[in-house]
């Protein structure tokens, strides 16, 4: 098996409009495709951000997601910054909450949690 990098992460939304805007105009991720697709009558936004894709799917009617980290599947998505405390600034500067900045016992580097519209979990990590 000769696996090389993440190519994506898909999500599923419920209100398409609030997450283009979080993810395009507060986090910046650049817009590779945008497209509706009326065989299921939904949109499907291709983002880009450091060569990995983020795909959205609008889901209005998906169930919601767990109310924790717990739940199988997806735990978190997590983002690599240079400073946490300088982003988390920049996240609540744009009304986007953050958790209190935290080290991990391992690694010994400092993040934080946020929340995208949805609720998902988003991580900024040294």
Same mark, same amino acid.
């Given at each position: 098996? =000769? ?10 939304? +419920?209100? #398409?409009? =609030? +997450?283009?805007?979080? #993810? ?12 509706? /697709? ?6 499907? %936004?291709? !983002?880009?951000?450091?060569? &990995?894709?983020?795909?959205? $799917? +609008?889901? *209005?009617?998906?169930? *919601?997601? *767990? ?9 978190? !998505?997590?983002?690599? &910054? ?5 982003? @988390?600034? @920049? ?8 958790? *209190?900045? /935290? /080290?991990?016992? #391992? +690694?010994?580097? /400092? $993040?934080? $949690? $946020? ?8 991580? %900024?990590?040294?």
């Amino acid at each position: 098996m =000769a696996l090389h990098a993440v190519h994506h992460v898909a999500i599923l939304v +419920s209100d #398409y409009q =609030a +997450s283009r805007h979080f #993810y395009v105009d507060l986090l910046g991720f650049a817009v590779l495709r945008e497209n509706f /697709r009326p065989e299921k009558n939904d949109w499907k %936004l291709d !983002l880009a951000l450091d060569g &990995v894709e983020l795909e959205i $799917f +609008s889901a *209005p009617d998906a169930p *919601p997601r *767990p109310d924790h980290p717990e739940a199988l599947g997806l735990r978190h !998505l997590a983002f690599r &910054v240079e400073d946490v405390e300088r982003e @988390a600034a @920049a996240l609540n500067e744009k009304g986007i909450a953050t958790e *209190p900045i /935290r /080290r991990d016992s #391992y +690694s010994q580097k /400092r $993040f934080t $949690f $946020f929340r995208d519209p949805d609720g998902l979990p988003l991580e %900024l990590h040294e």
